[in-house]
């Protein structure tokens, strides 16, 4: 069946270090990818997508490459600050239409000056 | 994006009793989906809810429990009864962004969600 496997976390950072939050997936056909952020006491934001192998979304300094061959999507970002302190989730899509996504399990990162 | 609002925002509520709330999209959709985060837990699917027709429920979860309503394509209720303290979770509602028939089925957009405590 179609899962989505992300790293565990709680994710710990200073301010100004690199952040990757691996995520794997397994999916019949070709899904869109996505991740979301789920801030303190807020709900869930789309943060980016890809829809197609080797495609790159990106937003706010985050990036994630689509993977076919690895089928992972990881998220980056080169220089994280206090204010990315969230949990964030990594999602797909099997692209028909009614139907739901599909999260992992998130990972929280917080992020200290 | 869409423009997604639920009703109420956070509520605490006894053990027996029932709690309906509200999603309001600012455009039609087809589909609008239902879903449940328990506390520190990620998303998992309640329901998908088409106007016009019976909403379909997911492996655990059951219409006595969780009724839906979508009586037109911008607005959808669930109601949570007979609730338990396990019933505690956010509740947030979603729709595909395209949804209108034959549209993209791309990217999904999030309510706020309803963050739910029973005692």
């Known amino acids: 069946g179609n899962s989505v496997t992300q790293m565990e976390g709680p994710v710990t950072l200073s301010e100004e270090a690199f952040l990757t939050i691996n995520c794997t997936y397994t999916?019949?056909?070709?899904?869109?990818l996505f991740w979301y952020v789920q801030y303190p006491g807020e709900g869930l934001q789309l943060l980016l997508k890809?829809?197609?192998?080797?495609d790159k979304g990106s937003n706010k300094g985050f990036e994630a490459t689509y993977r076919k061959e690895t089928t992972s999507f990881h998220l980056e970002k080169g220089s994280v600050q206090v204010s990315d302190s969230a949990v964030y989730f990594c999602?797909?899509?099997?692209?028909?239409?009614?139907?739901?996504?599909?999260f992992g399990k998130g990972t929280t990162l917080s992020v200290s000056s | 994006s869409a423009v997604i609002s639920q009703k109420p925002s956070r509520d605490i509520c006894q053990r027996g009793t029932s709690l309906t709330i509200q999603c309001q999209v600012d455009?039609?959709?087809?589909?609008m989906f239902w879903y449940r985060q328990q506390p520190g837990q990620s998303l998992t699917l309640i329901a998908t809810?088409?106007?016009?027709?019976?909403?379909?429920?997911e492996s655990g979860f059951v219409i006595d429990k969780f009724p839906i309503s979508r009586p037109n394509l911008t607005f959808s209720t669930l109601t949570v009864s007979n609730m338990s303290p396990e019933d505690s979770s956010i509740y947030l509602c979603?729709?595909?962004?395209?949804?209108?028939?034959?549209?993209?089925?791309?990217?999904?957009?999030f309510g706020p969600g309803t963050r739910l405590t029973v005692l």
């Open positions: 979603s729709v595909e962004r395209g949804g209108l028939a034959g549209g993209s089925t791309d990217t999904q957009y």
């Open positions: 999916a019949t056909g070709y899904p869109s």
């Open positions: 890809a829809t197609k192998a080797d």
């Open positions: 999602a797909l899509s099997v692209n028909q239409a009614g139907t739901a996504l599909i």
């Open positions: 455009s039609q959709v087809t589909m």
């Open positions: 809810a088409n106007q016009g027709s019976e909403a379909t429920y």
